[in-house]
């Protein structure tokens, strides 16, 4: 009896490799050849991939427009994805699209155009997240780069290819008591 294919998913099969493809627009992935390496990707009876990782990095991409459409077009099992490289791209923002991926682990965003620190607080909702790279953005440059990351993401292991220590969550935290103002309570006048 044959394992069904979503038990074959596995962050073990080679990536989904689109990168240094001079890629503008994700629908371009549905033409392109993704690159071959040393081991071959499985596909399911339908012909689609059986992995959890999607390389797209070094092309010039600047939004994620139709990304769910064309990853299911592209993957058998497109939410057990793990691993989402887009480093290297012209993003200026973290697309929504990204944390509707549950299962996501590790996600690169270094070297795009990201200028907004608060961008960071939309990846709070991805339980798995563990790793996750934002240097070479804009928003490196901002005061409290990695405290504040830290404090939006406390289950993050990796951050910009650092391990993330018990010493880094605690000065995160003594960060954020010190420059992130709670929010404020307000009581109803007819509650007087």
């Known amino acids: 009896m044959s394992k069904p294919d979503y038990m074959n998913t596995s962050v073990q ?3 989904l490799d689109y990168s240094f493809r001079s890629i503008h627009v994700i629908q371009d992935l549905t033409s392109e050849e993704p690159r071959t390496g040393l ?6 009876k339908s ?4 992995t959890q990782s999607l390389w797209l990095n070094n092309n ?6 139709d990304f769910s459409h064309v990853v299911s077009l592209l993957l058998e099992h497109p939410e057990n994805l793990a691993w989402i490289d887009l480093s290297f791209n012209d993003l200026t923002s973290i697309d929504p699209v990204l944390t ?6 590790v996600l690169y965003l270094h070297g795009n155009s990201i200028q907004r620190l608060g961008e960071v607080n939309k990846l709070a909702v991805l339980p798995r997240l563990r790793s996750l790279t934002l240097h070479g953005n804009p928003i ?3 005061k409290g780069y990695r405290q504040y990351v830290l404090c939006t993401l406390p289950r993050i292991t990796t951050f910009d290819f650092s391990g993330v220590t018990k010493a880094d969550h605690a000065s995160a935290e003594v960060w ?4 992130i103002k709670p929010k404020k309570v307000r009581i109803k006048q007819n509650a007087l």
């Open 140 to 142: 490196e440059e901002e």
């Open 176 to 179: 954020k008591r010190m420059n």
């Open 13 to 15: 099969e080679p990536p």
């Open 60 to 65: 010039v991409l600047n939004d994620l427009r």
């Open 47 to 50: 012909g689609k991939s059986l």
């Open 100 to 105: 509707t991926f549950f299962n996501l682990s």
């Open 39 to 44: 081991r071959p990707i499985r596909h399911s």
